[in-house]
């Protein structure tokens, strides 16, 4: 487990940064949904109250992120802040963050953040970032004097379920001699792309925690692209309503019509209605033929990079991450 510097260790009434554990989450979604209703009432958005997560996706978020799970706790012992840090290879990235509204403005906040970026930096990530409600001027401006400085939007589309002639290969579906071979195919694949990228540990998180399946496109016996996909319910006490598509790989950028064929299938055969995948916009050719398949924007959020350890894009094919749970 990577050690974070305790420069940390205690910051106006606070201690941490503690590696948040399961038996944690209720305290963790109190905090969660406290945050960002505030944070909504502040925007003027009086009426909104955020409900808590799936506990299932924050043990998939908990058992990614590992030691990079963070919190911080108050003087009565109860979370007053939590950083839930993720890294897939080269690649690291925040989220979710929360402050509960009492302890903000005394810098627990800045300390998450700054926590974040050194144990992403302790690991070897060059690429360093989060998301946020890009109308929110109060969390740019905060996020960028620590460093981070605004990019491209992250625009959330769907696409509706749709039938096709066969079934998705999936990888949940492989015989136990295969999967080994065909997860190792899809590290491949992603280095060819982006050298230093790895989703491994969340393609097996996945399936064990029973939260989805990656949809496997094939070009001949080789694997072309593929895509992660949970179609657990976000929030707590839900039915199942999407597809979301978490990471998303293809060798070819012309491959994304076929992908596309094979998630409305997957997701009209487990029952829900819509695929959702959350569109880096940099990828302005691949948005542009979502937007002509019939896919209706739903959400945008603004990305933001550590200077100096901004995102590339692959020359060639598509590599969606998406950095949210």
């Not at 009086?46 to 030691?67: C, E, K, M, Q, T």
């Not at 295969?178 to 491949?188: A, F, H, P, Y």
């Not at 350890?309 to 991450?321: C, F």
């Amino acid at each position: 487990m990577m050690a974070v510097a305790r420069n940390w260790r205690q910051v106006h009434q606070a201690e941490g940064p503690f590696v948040a554990r399961r038996e944690d989450i209720p305290a963790l979604n109190r905090v969660f949904s406290d945050a960002f209703t505030d944070r909504y009432r502040r925007d003027g958005m009086v009426g909104v109250r955020v409900p808590f997560l799936n506990p299932s996706i924050w043990r998939y978020a908990l058992d990614d992120a590992g030691s990079g799970a963070m919190l911080w706790r108050g003087e009565r012992g109860d979370v007053a802040a939590f950083n839930v840090v993720h890294r897939s290879g080269v690649e690291g990235w925040m989220g979710p963050l929360a402050v509960r509204p009492e302890s903000q403005g005394a810098g627990i906040g800045k300390a998450a953040v700054r926590a974040g970026i050194e144990w992403l930096r302790q690991g070897g990530a060059t690429v360093v970032g989060l998301e946020t409600m890009p109308r929110t001027m109060d969390n740019i401006g905060f996020y960028s004097a620590l460093g981070l400085v605004p990019g491209r939007l992250t625009l959330t589309l769907t696409l509706d379920a749709a039938p096709t002639d066969r079934a998705a290969p999936l990888l949940g579906r492989l015989p136990l001699r295969l999967r080994d071979d065909v997860v190792d195919e899809c590290r491949v694949l992603l280095d060819g792309l982006l050298p230093g990228y790895d989703f491994t540990r969340e393609l097996l998180l996945t399936d064990h925690l029973a939260l989805g399946d990656t949809v496997l496109l094939h070009r001949g016996n080789a694997v072309a692209g593929y895509a992660l996909c949970h179609t657990a319910p976000l929030v707590e006490g839900r039915v199942r309503e999407e597809l979301r598509v978490l990471k998303l790989v293809l060798a070819r950028d012309g491959d994304l019509d076929a992908m596309m064929m094979l998630l409305a299938d997957y997701a009209r055969r487990t029952g829900v209605r819509r695929v959702a995948m959350r569109v880096q916009g940099g990828y302005v050719t691949a948005y542009e033929r979502l937007i002509a398949m019939g896919a209706r924007v739903r959400w945008t959020d603004l990305r933001m990079t550590l200077s100096g350890a901004d995102e590339v894009m692959p020359t060639g094919g598509i590599v969606w991450s998406n950095w949210e749970v």
